[in-house]
């Protein structure tokens, strides 16, 4: 078994001749904001990070983590309940126009095995190429939902 040493994380980058990149980072830190874990060897969240010059979607954000992660991840994710959206509908609709704030999209959904944090963020020109996953446990949730919402209008579901 892969076991971690106090403080490391796993990284795997990938660079195609299109110029689309994918980085993988399994990190002992939780989702968000970086804090100081007591316990340096347990994997807390894994992060996928996207960039593709011809676009790039939600579904090929849900993709990539059924890709990664296989068919009972997959499962999970395909049943997975959504708990945060943002910005909210009526910060998207009341918008004067391309701000970086609501540029930045995004969605967590709640599955039976882990939270699935999914964002996408929008060029000046209305294209997106960026997006990026995070997986980490239920426990972590009410610190991204804090951290979101200090960032952004949320619509938050009933749980």
């Given at each position: 078994?892969?076991?971690?040493?106090?403080?490391?994380?796993?990284?795997?980058?990938?660079?195609?001749?299109?110029?689309?990149?994918?980085?993988?980072?399994?990190s002992?830190?939780?989702?968000?904001r970086?804090i100081?874990?007591?316990?340096?060897?347990?994997?807390?969240?894994?992060?996928m990070t996207?960039?593709?010059?011809?676009?790039l979607?939600?579904?090929d954000?849900?993709?990539?983590?059924?890709?990664?992660?296989?068919p009972?991840i997959?499962?999970?994710?395909?049943q997975?309940?959504?708990?945060?959206?943002y910005?909210?509908?009526?910060a998207?609709?009341g918008?004067?126009?391309?701000t970086?704030?609501?540029?930045?999209?995004g969605?967590?959904?709640?599955?039976?095995?882990?939270?699935?944090?999914?964002?996408?963020?929008?060029?000046?020109?209305g294209?997106v190429?960026?997006?990026q996953?995070?997986v980490?446990?239920?426990e972590?949730?009410?610190k991204?939902e804090g951290?979101?919402?200090?960032r952004f209008?949320?619509?938050?579901?009933?749980?």
């Amino acid at each position: 078994m892969l076991r971690p040493r106090p403080g490391e994380t796993l990284n795997i980058n990938r660079v195609e001749p299109d110029g689309s990149r994918f980085t993988f980072l399994a990190s002992v830190a939780p989702p968000g904001r970086i804090i100081n874990p007591l316990d340096r060897e347990t994997i807390r969240s894994e992060r996928m990070t996207f960039f593709r010059p011809q676009g790039l979607t939600a579904e090929d954000l849900f993709q990539a983590i059924r890709d990664v992660y296989g068919p009972e991840i997959a499962a999970d994710l395909d049943q997975a309940v959504e708990v945060i959206r943002y910005p909210s509908p009526e910060a998207l609709a009341g918008s004067p126009g391309y701000t970086l704030a609501l540029a930045i999209q995004g969605v967590v959904l709640r599955g039976n095995q882990f939270v699935y944090w999914l964002e996408l963020t929008q060029n000046p020109d209305g294209r997106v190429q960026q997006g990026q996953v995070w997986v980490f446990q239920e426990e972590w949730l009410p610190k991204v939902e804090g951290e979101l919402a200090e960032r952004f209008p949320l619509q938050v579901m009933t749980r």
